[in-house]
């Protein structure tokens, strides 16, 4: 089925939108390297934004049902797919992209893999996306039944190994890593508030996340620096505590939380929905003359 076609077959602007959102960053990271046929500084940047907008999008997915929850905006269940796809599609340029920086020597890139402990986990992450991406269609989900939704589980830990593989690879600079470390606990804690039956349509429940997501955001920052590295980590708290520009990934985590939380007057229950919907409905209510 075409991206820009809705279940029952017919066209979707919202779903087009969504399409053409999930291209434009793709297209933007190739065409240096295209446009300077393959030069290797292109490549090694390509590879770089590649693996970001990886685990961006594949954490785009993972905010797809608790959003709906949220807003109860339904249409959202549609691009789930869509997005997932997208997360994989992006993998595969990653991946590529690594490939030719090694010239596509395969016994060198194997080696690499098996070698290399954040390429042994980045691979692995990619090998688990494929196989959601192969089982995403409708004919695998009936014919799956339950064990369907067991095997998309693995989105979980695949989403934490992409994680890992990002803060591995990131070396010193962890800031974007910390950050979607920070994000997916956020994602996390959301689906936990649900599980215990709290209500995602409350706003003390979604301000309670934003907050602990951000600690626990500086939380992971504050490890990593403490065990992985020779600078003080009391220097990453500091800056943590600290109002500054650019943001700390606590702050962005926090803010982007937050927001989160923003969306709820707008959901299908909303106070602005339901206040603007009563609007248009008396302008455009038919007015009757009294006494007929």
């Known amino acids: 089925m075409y991206p820009w076609l809705d279940p029952s077959g017919r066209?979707?602007?919202f779903k087009l939108i969504v399409f053409v959102t999930l291209l434009v960053p793709g297209m933007v990271l190739l065409w240096p390297v295209?446009?300077?046929?393959?030069?290797?500084?292109?490549?090694?940047?390509?590879?770089?934004?590649?693996?970001?907008?990886?685990?961006?999008?594949?954490?785009?997915?993972?905010?797809v049902t608790p959003l709906r929850r949220i807003t109860r905006f339904s249409k959202l269940v549609q691009v789930r797919r869509q997005i997932g796809v997208a997360a994989f599609c992006y993998v595969m340029i990653h991946f590529g992209l690594y490939a030719i920086s090694q010239n596509l020597d395969v016994i060198r890139i194997a080696s690499e893999i098996v070698l290399r402990i954040y390429l042994t986990i980045g691979f692995v992450?990619?090998?688990?996306?494929?196989?959601?991406?192969?089982?995403?269609?409708?004919?695998?989900?009936?014919?799956?039944?339950?064990?369907?939704?067991?095997?998309?589980?693995?989105?979980y830990?695949?989403?934490?190994?992409?994680?890992v593989h990002f803060f591995l690879q990131s070396?010193?600079?962890?800031?974007?890593a910390t950050l979607m470390a920070g994000m997916?606990?956020?994602l996390m804690l959301y689906r936990f508030a649900h599980w215990r039956g709290w209500s995602l349509r409350s706003s003390t429940t979604?301000?309670?996340?934003?907050?602990?997501?951000?600690l626990a955001t500086a939380g992971i920052e504050y490890a990593w620096y403490a065990l992985a590295t020779g600078i003080p980590a009391d220097?990453?708290?500091?800056?943590?505590?600290?109002?500054?520009w650019p943001l700390r990934p606590a702050w962005n985590v926090l803010l982007a939380g937050i927001l989160v939380a923003a969306t709820l007057p707008f959901g299908k229950d909303g106070f602005f929905r339901v206040k603007i919907g009563n609007l248009f409905g008396m302008i455009l209510r038919p007015q009757h003359s009294r006494g007929g």
């Open 11 to 13: 066209f979707s602007f």
């Open 125 to 155: 992450a990619v090998i688990g996306l494929a196989v959601l991406t192969a089982t995403s269609t409708k004919s695998a989900m009936r014919r799956l039944g339950a064990k369907w939704v067991r095997l998309h589980k693995l989105v």
């Open 157 to 163: 830990p695949i989403a934490v190994l992409g994680v």
């Open 171 to 176: 070396k010193i600079d962890v800031s974007e």
């Open 184 to 186: 997916f606990v956020g």
């Open 206 to 214: 979604l301000l309670s996340i934003a907050v602990l997501a951000g």
């Open 235 to 244: 220097r990453v708290v500091a800056a943590n505590l600290e109002w500054m």
């Open 34 to 63: 295209i446009a300077q046929g393959g030069a290797t500084i292109p490549v090694k940047e390509a590879i770089l934004e590649s693996g970001e907008w990886t685990i961006r999008i594949l954490l785009i997915t993972l905010l």
